[in-house]
């Protein structure tokens, strides 16, 4: 995938995903973690943003192996990471219900599967770097 065609539906992603959680935060119930829910939103971008730009560099390697390796070491990060970002809240802001948890979750399912198709259009697009 192309670096503007990348940052094209980064940004549609993005701001799409900024919509939606305006219009959830609007419900009562959800009105209290509209901090948390950018944050969130936050901390996707950067990953996302980071894991194209290592996997895109990653691809052209001559090494097969490394654009997998380092596809799966974001994928965990990504989790480990959002356990951690998920507890930390838990524990400073202790909200009164865990609904907190689903802008959260839309948010990385959305990303999650924004970056499932990025990485599969560079894994199949990139040829390896000649030596």
Not at 12 to 31: R, V
Not at 72 to 91: C, P
Not at 108 to 130: C, D, N, R, W
Request: glycine share 4%; aromatic share 18%.
């Amino acid at each position: 995938m192309e670096s503007t065609a990348f940052y094209k539906y980064f940004t549609i992603t993005s701001i799409g995903s900024a919509i939606l959680l305006l219009a959830l935060c609007q419900f009562p119930l959800l009105q209290p973690y509209l901090l948390f829910s950018f944050i969130s939103l936050a901390l996707f971008m950067l990953l996302t943003l980071a894991m194209f730009l290592v996997g895109d560099i990653t691809a052209k390697s001559s090494n097969k192996n490394l654009f997998t390796t380092v596809i799966l070491g974001f994928t965990f990060g990504k989790i480990f990471l959002s356990l951690f970002v998920v507890l930390g809240y838990f524990q400073v802001a202790q909200p009164s219900s865990k609904i907190f948890l689903l802008p959260f979750f839309i948010v990385y399912l959305i990303f999650t599967i924004f970056e499932t198709y990025l990485m599969m259009q560079i894994g199949q697009h990139s040829k390896p770097a000649v030596k």
